[in-house]
């Protein structure tokens, strides 16, 4: 167990739906990245946020946006969904947000797009 | 694209033998880092070593570092079937602290 939380476990939704995902980190760590891992695209690095702000950004699409709230609990909200968004969404979180750090990632949020 | 590339893409192997997997990247990096992700689940972290380090030890794990050929390599020794996961590299570039992962190596270590 890395003490990563994320929910839901699975999400089934439609094309054109919106959905948030949500993480909360180790106990400590101020830094929260969002990864999409999908067959075909690999793991894909999407934001990172490090004490409520936004540090790094990847591939992430304009439909997708994420927050880190005062608390350090992180969401990634996905809108305008379409079948290619079917992936594995991980968030792991790290002390620092330095890339030195270990990154500690949850078990998954699983979305399928019909 | 991806920072990091693995190869092989996937390995297969007897218990009590000695698995490789080597990384490529492309730009200068602070560090590298190998992770494993068993079936569906989060990645955890093995091993991180420095672009100063050439080579660095973990149980039965050992990473090297060539950052003259871009690469690096992990090799576990006297493999179990419990270590059948998928392995992945993940790279910093320079002056960055964002984590760029590799494509990664599956390994099956029959028992």
């Known amino acids: 167990d890395s003490g990563v939380t994320q929910t839901p476990k699975h999400l089934i939704t439609a094309t054109g739906q919106r959905v948030t995902l949500r993480c909360s980190p180790r106990?400590?760590?101020?830094?929260v990245y969002w990864y999409q891992q999908s067959l075909d695209q690999g793991l894909q690095f999407l934001i990172q946020y490090y004490n409520g702000e936004e540090r790094a950004k990847g591939n992430i699409l304009e439909r997708f946006s994420a927050q880190q709230f005062p608390d350090l609990h992180s969401e990634l909200n996905l809108s305008s969904l379409e079948l290619g968004d079917s992936a594995l969404y991980f968030c792991?979180?790290?002390?620092?947000?330095?890339?030195?750090?270990?990154?500690?990632f949850g078990p998954g949020t699983r979305l399928t797009v019909l | 694209s991806q920072q990091g590339e693995e190869d092989p893409q996937a390995l297969s192997i007897q218990e009590g033998e000695n698995a490789t997997m080597n990384c490529s990247y492309k730009?200068?990096?602070?560090?590298l880092q190998w992770y494993r992700q068993n079936s569906g689940r989060g990645l955890v972290h093995l091993i991180l070593i420095r672009s100063n380090e050439r080579e660095k030890h973990s149980g039965r794990l050992r990473v090297t570092l060539d950052t003259s050929k871009k690469s690096s390599s992990l090799l576990i020794t006297a493999s179990r079937a419990a270590d059948t996961a998928s392995y992945f590299c993940a790279t910093a570039f320079y002056n960055t602290d964002k984590l760029i992962f590799g494509t990664g190596t599956r390994l099956q270590v029959f028992p």
């Open positions: 730009t200068s990096i602070n560090n």
């Open positions: 106990s400590g760590d101020l830094s």
């Open positions: 792991a979180s790290s002390p620092r947000g330095a890339s030195t750090d270990t990154q500690y």
